[in-house]
């Protein structure tokens, strides 16, 4: 590129001089043909300043040439310097290097498929979202925009807000489950793929105040079984049994109930338990 530069400097300075040239010769050209016109030239004069004329007027064409030869040659070395950028098709983050210096690097084949792996995956993180596996009974209550709040696994002690942006037109029947996503509203920038989280759908958008505010820990209302003057949940341990947990209930969340007192969040616990369960029955999980 440098070199290019250079080469159009020295074709321009070449065609000023023949410019100057040309200048020259035409004006011994005029005063040759003044003093002939008087009687007082010589032919050789006047041919000598006919081909001197002639000779400037070739070489100011072939400086112009020149000059727009090193102009194209100029705008061949831009074109080959810039592509040797390599330039993302939008803006984003590396998440994962796939060459290293020295490798080669093929194209992308007619499958859309990259023939080497690449040089790098990004991602646009502002475009992050979540997908969660929402009971194929309760997707019905849901629909595009609905407030939802997400909590990261990675950030405990904090709050996105969220909306739905898709509700997949598929069940999974192994699990009875429809994939939701949940798009971010509040910026997700300290937020990386594949980090696990954790979403509640929620009747109305949170607020600044609930944002900051603790999380309230809400159980199905059907898990609640009454004792009389006590409530209590079945939690499933880590062997499979169930133990009953007294809890103190809350309001009302939506269709969950607002627990104030009980098993810790993330305890699994048993819907609909039959009249007949007792601490230490073994239990298998509903697929």
């Known amino acids: ?35 002939q016109q008087k009687g007082v030239s010589t032919p050789a004069a006047m041919d000598t300043a006919t081909a001197r004329l002639g000779m ?24 080959n310097l810039e592509n040797c950028y390599v330039r993302a098709p939008f803006a984003g983050r590396i998440t994962q290097k796939l060459t290293d210096i020295g490798e080669i690097v093929f194209g992308f084949t007619s499958a859309g498929n990259a023939g080497n792996g690449g040089i790098a995956s990004i991602a646009d993180f502002s475009t992050l979202q979540v997908e969660a596996d929402v009971s194929e009974s309760q997707v019905a209550k849901l629909a595009l925009g609905t407030p939802a709040e997400i909590a990261l696994d990675a950030f405990p002690d904090r709050k996105y ?12 029947r192994a699990k009875a489950t429809v994939t939701v996503k949940v798009a971010f509203v509040d ?29 309230t820990p809400a159980i199905q209302p059907d898990a609640v079984v009454d004792k009389g003057e006590t409530k209590a949940v079945f939690a499933v341990q880590p062997d499979e049994t ?4 007294a809890v ?3 309001p009302s969340l939506g269709n969950l109930v607002s627990l104030r007192q009980g098993p810790p969040a993330g305890t699994r ?16 999980e509903k697929q």
Do not use: C
């Open 56 to 79: 400037t007027k070739a070489a100011l064409a072939a400086a112009h040439a020149d000059v727009a030869a090193a102009k194209a040659r100029v705008e061949v070395a831009r074109v």
């Open 242 to 245: 169930v133990r009953s947990v």
């Open 269 to 284: 616990i048993v819907r609909s338990p039959p009249p007949n369960m007792k601490d230490g029955m073994r239990i298998k």
């Open 187 to 215: 910026d997700p920038r300290d937020v990386l793929p594949d980090m696990g989280a954790k979403v509640t759908f929620l009747a109305r958008e949170l607020d600044e105040a609930a944002q900051k505010a603790a999380p």
């Open 248 to 250: 103190v209930t809350g």
């Open 1 to 35: 590129m440098l070199q290019a530069h250079a080469d159009l400097r020295g074709a321009e300075a070449r065609e000023k001089r023949a410019e100057v040239d040309a200048q020259d010769a035409q004006r011994q050209y005029d005063r040759e043909l003044i003093v």
């Open 161 to 172: 807000r969220g909306k739905v942006a898709e509700v997949r037109p598929r069940v999974d």
